[in-house]
């Protein structure tokens, strides 16, 4: 906020020392407020001329770095959307991985469990044949056995140590080896998924930084930019009212000066003394009357009959589909509009929070909206630009074949990882996007610069 304070204050300078000079421009021509002047004359007039081209060489010049700084925002808006899909799709790998983690180290439990009841079998199985004099397997133990108790007891050993397990020994080494690798595949995953999420949290710092630069240029060129039209369009007006000041003055100057001619062409001339009376002369024709200095008025030509406007082109979508998903999908999108763009907001459900510093604005990012508008219709297209091109990367679209429900997308290179735009064709050249901060959702017209990347068509 502070930054951006003193953005204004240093941008305010330039503008205030121009005021001035108008300012000072004008009392030296006899204009300012509450100064009474005469008509002002060539020379005041190319003064304030030059004051105007003075104004207009700056606005030039400001118009060239504000086209520059532009641009940068411009770049730092859509390495903000990227970076902003890196965090996402790092996030869900960081995601994957713990629940990975999480299904490893149950894994591991079981193996420890089933590890523990592998030790008691072979412990109980020692002790009995501790207990019973003999560890001969088969029909030896069987055949050594006392009498009908023991020959009992020894089939139930035999029974558990070789029917349920053929080698109670190799079966305890198994279980072993499992747990131990159970444990090492839970540490892997959870190392992982750490690894992830620390990834995504600077991921997610880096593009927060790119919106916020984005969002603070745009807002200070916007600063900027009005601040030097209003210079311009002052310096305009200055000149414009001199110029009509003078005319005018002239134009009484001349009416004066007809007047005066007029008054003494009137007045009477003292006559002398004539001699003898000679015939009258016949009067002369009275001349032609002399037309006033602002001509007379030429009759206004008769209004022309009103002719009915032509009849508007029907409305159609080439080759549109009539598809219900479709026609879900665009009802869905077109009920969102006027919703505020939310930086990393909204998504299959509907609208939401975005992430810093859209916090508070509850609304849809580009393809939060895309992503609802098909959830609606039953078709997952993923969360992010680039995750629903790639989806469907094996149904794109031409150009000259694009249809209503189409998904195009803009890039800043050839690669789909740089796709940072994507809105939803709507048919006849228009489109339904959440196109930026401080914008809402909308219809626009469809636009084909070097950005734009492509289409795919999205199916179930």
């Known amino acids: 906020m502070g930054t951006r304070g003193r953005t ?67 770049t730092a808006h859509q390495d903000a959307q990227i970076a902003l899909q890196d965090y996402e799709e790092t996030q869900a790998a960081a995601d994957a991985a713990r629940a990975a983690a999480d299904a490893a180290a149950a894994a591991a439990t079981r193996a420890e469990a089933d590890l523990g009841t592998g030790r008691s079998q072979v412990a109980a199985f020692a002790r009995d044949s501790y207990v019973q004099g003999s560890t001969a397997p088969g029909a030896v133990a069987l055949l050594s056995s006392a009498g009908p108790a023991q020959l009992v007891e020894r089939a139930a050993l035999l029974e558990a140590a070789g029917t349920h397990r053929v080698d109670v020994v190799a079966e305890l080494t198994v279980l072993q080896a ?112 002399t037309p006033s200095p602002g001509g007379s008025a030429t009759p206004s030509p008769a209004p022309s009959t009103p002719q009915s406007d032509p009849t508007p082109p029907s409305v159609t979508t080439a080759g549109a589909p009539t598809a219900s998903a479709v026609e879900t999908a665009i009802d869905a999108a077109l009920s969102q509009r006027g919703l505020p763009y939310s930086w990393g907001g909204g998504g299959s459900n ?83 996007q959440a196109p930026q901060s401080g914008d809402v959702v909308r219809v626009s017209p469809m636009w084909f610069g070097r950005d734009y990347f492509g289409a795919v068509r999205p199916t179930a």
């Open 8 to 74: 204004r204050h240093r941008q305010g300078r330039p503008a205030a020392r121009a005021a001035g000079t108008v300012l000072a421009a004008l009392m030296v021509l006899g204009l300012a407020p509450g100064v009474a002047s005469a008509a002002p004359g060539d020379d005041e007039i190319a003064a304030a001329q030059a004051t105007r081209d003075a104004a207009a060489a700056q606005v030039g010049v400001l118009s060239a770095q504000l086209a520059e700084a532009e641009a940068a925002a411009a």
């Open 178 to 289: 499992q747990a131990a690798t159970a444990h090492d595949e839970a540490d892997a995953a959870s190392a992982r998924a750490g690894s992830l999420e620390a990834e995504a949290a600077a991921s997610l710092a880096g593009a927060q930084a790119q919106e916020i630069r984005a969002r603070e240029q745009t807002a200070a060129l916007a600063e900027q930019r009005d601040a030097v039209a209003a210079q311009a369009a002052a310096a305009e007006q200055q000149v414009a009212g001199l110029q009509q000041e003078q005319a005018a003055a002239e134009a009484a100057a001349q009416i004066a000066a007809q007047a005066a001619a007029e008054a003494a062409a009137a007045r009477p001339v003292p006559s002398a003394p004539a001699p003898a009376a000679a015939p009258a002369p016949a009067p002369a024709p009275a001349p032609p009357a």
């Open 350 to 432: 509907g609208p939401g929070y975005g992430i810093p510093p859209d916090t508070r604005i509850w609304g849809f990012d580009c393809s939060g909206l895309t992503e609802y508008a098909y959830a609606q219709a039953g078709i997952r297209i993923g969360g992010t630009s680039r995750d629903q091109w790639w989806r469907f990367r094996d149904a794109t679209v031409a150009r000259a074949d694009l249809r209503a429900g189409d998904l195009v997308f803009w890039g800043s290179g050839s690669s789909y990882t740089s796709i940072y735009h994507v809105a939803l064709y709507l048919g006849d050249g228009t489109v339904v």
